[in-house]
């Protein structure tokens, strides 16, 4: 009968069949299956569906197998809802099965049921299990990308990191220990979640056998491409920090980074620092983030790239600590054509008091962008400050290179309430009060400059222009003036 089904002559099959219908399933339920898996795969689902469910009513033959090929001729035959029961007996009586799992998570995802799916693929193994049985590794690894797919789609982020998490950290065990992270189950709003913790008393000792466990990593990488477990890893980074668990974001860099395969490979490493040096920012841990940024800058391709410098600027901005101005000066003097570095030279030289030193760097700047009214304006201040000296000779030569300078700035940025306040706010520095007044009122009666994507609150320097006129009215005793000015501009 075998082979006249696979040899497609079904004629005389109609009588041989009907024999052996007649006959009980415990007794030749050997040739009934037989007959249906030909059947199977000649595509004949109808015949093979009818001897395969007088299979399943039996005692003998009410097997795993059995309810696997009941449920592909359901499947094949469209009887989706009949075709979940027969695969959730499957799962019943062969747990451990991955096919069945995945297309019984597959068939209540299509009638709409998401949380069966996904309790179809619920953990196979323990982790004992998994610590000794490769190949019980590598299924439960399919398993869970599975999983993690059908999580991520759902909307449930955090289920989706422990999936995730879960599958790169077997990946990443030896990297894991070398960087002092561990996975640990919390409790979060009385459900269990995956967290990476930094721990210190971690060495690389908890791993005796070094070669085993660079073994057992090559077996997984053949469950997944090395591209694809990359993908994952960047999947994971990313919504780590998008749901704002920056901390752990850097922990998961850290252990890529010490995983041979990702550190290797240079655009990968370079990628890789470019999510650490984010993730630290977005967590505030500006020392990090400047080791980042430092190392980028460190790379002659990428010295001249304007993005880093900002990156830059806003890293040292907010870390309060001096250690980048050597920095700056020893890569200066590797590129010392290099505009960025010359005008935060520049100004880390004018915030330490070294006038001389920025005002060298600023010139610099000023010869190759003299269109650009920020350098004037430095190069002016740059002036004043010299001039303000206790001990300074030539003092009034100073100022007046100090005004050339600023009023060229005025001319570049054009009169607005930016460039009346920062002209009043010199001349006060510099004891010209009657002159600061009049600057002062002037800015006060422009309006603030409108700058995409900045709140004009932001802009709106009438509070400091109020500020410091007050200032000058309560030193010449006209404290009257001074309150008025203040409640004029500076109630909120």
């Keep these: ?71 592909e001729c359901l499947k094949a035959l469209g009887h989706l809802e009949a075709a979940a029961e027969s695969y959730t007996r499957v799962v019943e009586m062969a747990p451990q099965h991955l096919g069945a799992r995945l297309s019984l998570s597959t068939l209540q995802q299509q009638l709409g049921r998401p949380e069966s799916a996904l309790k179809a693929l619920e ?21 869970l990308l599975h999983r993690s797919t059908l999580l991520k789609t759902q909307g449930l982020l955090q289920d989706y990191l422990d999936a995730v998490i879960t599958m790169i950290s077997m990946l990443l065990k030896v990297a894991m220990t070398r960087a002092c992270v561990c996975v640990r189950s919390v409790l979060v709003s009385g459900k269990r979640h995956l967290r990476l ?47 704002g668990r920056y901390q752990e974001a850097e922990l998961m860099v850290d252990s890529s980074m010490e995983f041979y395969s990702f550190y290797e490979n240079k655009p990968k490493r370079k990628e890789l620092e470019f999510f650490g040096l984010s993730a630290a920012f977005l967590d505030h841990n500006y020392p990090k983030a400047y080791d980042y940024i430092r190392i980028m800058l460190m790379d002659s391709s990428d010295v001249e790239r304007s993005q880093l410098w900002n990156v ?28 960025a570095l010359c005008v935060l030279c520049g100004h880390n030289a004018m915030v330490s008091g070294s006038f001389k030193h920025a005002l060298g760097q600023y010139m610099q700047a000023f010869r190759t962008h003299g269109g650009n009214p920020m350098y004037s ?57 009657h002159l600061a007044i009049h600057y002062y009122h002037q800015a006060l009666s422009l309006p603030p400059t409108a700058l995409e994507g900045i709140e004009e609150d932001q802009v709106d320097l009438k509070r400091e222009i109020a500020f410091n006129l007050s200032l000058i009215y309560q030193a010449s005793g006209n404290t009257h003036l001074a309150r008025q000015v203040l409640y004029t501009h500076c109630v909120i």
């Design 377 to 433: 304006l430095c190069v002016g201040l740059t002036f004043f400050h010299m001039a303000a000296q206790k001990f300074v000779s030539k003092r009034h030569p100073l100022l007046l290179q100090g005004f050339s300078f600023l009023w060229r700035y005025v001319e570049l940025r054009g009169e607005c309430q930016e460039s009346m306040y920062n002209l009043g706010r010199a001349l006060h520095q510099m004891g010209l009060l």
């Design 123 to 143: 953990p196979m193994y323990d982790p004992d299990t998994l610590a000794q049985d490769s190949s019980a590794t590598q299924k439960e690894l399919k398993l």
């Design 1 to 71: 009968m075998v082979c006249l089904i696979h040899q497609h002559v079904y004629t005389p099959l109609d009588g041989l069949l009907t024999e052996m219908m007649g006959q009980s399933p415990e007794e030749v339920g050997d040739l009934h299956l037989d007959v249906a898996e030909a059947f199977l795969e000649e595509g004949e689902f109808s015949s093979a569906l009818q001897l395969l469910s007088a299979l399943v009513i039996s005692v003998k033959y009410n097997l795993a197998v059995v309810w696997l090929r009941h449920a």
């Design 197 to 243: 913790v930094k721990v210190k008393d971690m060495t690389t000792d908890d791993i005796t056998d070094q070669e085993a466990a660079y073994q057992d990593i090559s077996g997984k990488t053949s469950v997944l491409t090395r591209d694809e477990w990359w993908h994952l890893l960047v999947g994971c980074v990313r919504t780590l920090c998008e749901v």
């Design 312 to 339: 830059f600027n806003q890293v040292t901005l907010n870390s309060q600590h001096q250690r980048h101005h050597r920095f700056c000066l020893r890569l200066l003097l590797k590129n010392p054509e290099n505009h």
